[in-house]
């Protein structure tokens, strides 16, 4: 498997001698769209399940889950964490989209386990706006997660709260480990 990883690069990301990152991106759409052909799907996921995971690059979550494409939802942030704005994702996902599981992933070594709220004072200083939104940052991603499966089942918004799962992925075996809510 090739990765990103063996690309040249030079200051920056930016590829060498064919431009930045993003112009690499662009042209790897232009072959993608000339082979593309609409699948005739809508957004309604087929499996009725919405994903919220990590943004972490090692997390292949489709390859990870058995997923295809048209499978579900797939909502990603800094540590996985169920934010007011991943509240926001889930209510559409469940109410106009037909969601009813939901499934959480957090994982090992996160990089929010070394930052702590001192990230926003730090911001702060730095550009003299205080950031809206909290780091959520924690030491012990178990709990972290019960924390997010709490959060999705209270939500009064959310219609379908009895199928939350939440589970820690392992970034060097690519196991899942379910986490028990209590």
């Known amino acids: 498997m090739t990765t990103s990883a063996s690309v040249p690069t030079g200051p920056e990301g930016a ?8 112009d690499r991106l662009v042209d790897a759409n232009q072959q993608y769209a000339a082979a593309f052909t609409d699948p005739g799907m809508d957004a309604r996921p087929v499996l009725h399940v919405a994903v919220v995971a990590c943004m972490d690059a090692r997390l292949d979550l ?3 889950l058995g997923l295809e494409l048209g499978d579900c939802h797939t909502i990603r942030n800094a540590g996985g964490v169920v934010t007011d704005d991943v509240i926001r994702s889930l209510t559409i996902s469940q109410r106009a989209l037909g969601t009813r599981s939901v499934v959480l992933i957090h994982h090992t070594g996160c990089g929010l386990e070394s930052l702590t709220e001192e990230f926003r004072h730090d911001l702060e200083m730095e550009v003299g706006q205080r950031p809206a939104w909290a780091v959520e940052a924690f030491r012990d991603v178990e709990q972290d997660v019960r924390q997010s499966m709490q959060r999705v089942r209270t939500s009064p918004f959310l219609l379908h709260t009895d199928d939350v799962r939440g589970f820690v992925f392992d970034v060097t075996t690519g196991l899942l480990r379910e986490i028990d809510p209590v």
């Open 15 to 22: 590829i060498s001698s064919d431009g930045t990152v993003t």
């Open 62 to 64: 489709h390859a990870a």
